[in-house]
């Protein structure tokens, strides 16, 4: 995996912790409306002790410091797992040392990693790390921290849209970001025995402040990607 657990000034002490007092713990219902939007992802990384909005489909480099800023429509469980360059799978939420509340509550604000000074460090080969999302709005059988069976490799490697680095001197993918998963596709078999039957029909849209609204049924389980592209160098171009 490419996520590593970096402590500036506060240890993390829940994997994803509401900024807000959270609702009832083993609530099971999902939100009154069968469509709609679930969540609103921003992707922050902190650099020179200052935190900024990154595209999604940004590129970053080895020893950036990164997290997930979540604002939730959504009433009911949530599980993060990562497929990172080296082909391995690890549970990112929840998990020992990210907290095991994964409860989360509509119209309150969760971060991942769970506390301000809480981040993830960028590491390992050069690639796509994927990050499996996993909504449901009844809690299911937690996951093992650490899969046992390393994922394939990809050779996919990120490549800087040159037409947006002339203009912005920002490395670009647009490969990289939220998606879908491919409907037929199978899902690595690390996570079928987690996701199940999950819908994968979701509907991303991205705001001018940077961040990606998803939107799905909240009827029952769904799993979507986010892919987070790294280089260890300027090869990217």
Not at 21 to 33: E, I, M, N, R
Not at 46 to 62: A, I, L, N
Not at 65 to 90: A, E, I, K
Request: hydrophobic fraction near 40%; include cysteine.
């Amino acid at each position: 995996m490419i996520f590593t657990a970096l402590f500036l000034g506060l240890a993390m002490s829940a994997g994803l912790q509401a900024q807000q007092q959270p609702g009832p713990a083993g609530l099971q219902s999902a939100t009154a409306s069968s469509k709609g939007s679930l969540l609103e992802i921003t992707l922050e990384r902190k650099r020179d002790g200052k935190v900024e909005t990154m595209s999604p489909e940004h590129v970053f480099q080895t020893g950036d410091v990164v997290r997930l800023r979540l604002r939730s429509h959504y009433r009911g469980f949530l599980y993060v797992m990562d497929q990172g360059t080296s082909g391995h799978f690890t549970t990112v939420f929840p998990a020992s040392d990210t907290g095991a509340d994964n409860h989360i509550e509509s119209d309150h604000e969760y971060l991942v990693p769970a506390v301000d000074e809480g981040w993830f460090e960028v590491q390992g080969p050069a690639g796509f790390d994927v990050l499996y999302f996993l909504l449901s709005p009844a809690e299911l059988a937690r996951p093992a921290g650490n899969f046992t069976a390393p994922g394939p490799l990809s050779s996919l490697r990120p490549r800087c849209n040159d037409k947006v680095f002339r203009a912005r001197g920002e490395c670009m993918d647009d490969r990289a970001g939220p998606a879908a998963a491919p409907s037929q596709k199978a899902l690595p078999a690390e996570i079928r025995p987690l996701a199940g039957s999950a819908s994968r029909d979701i509907i991303f849209k991205k705001n001018s402040q940077g961040s990606v609204d998803v939107s799905g049924s909240t009827t029952g389980p769904l799993i979507y990607t986010f892919r987070l592209a790294h280089t260890d160098s300027a090869a990217a171009r």
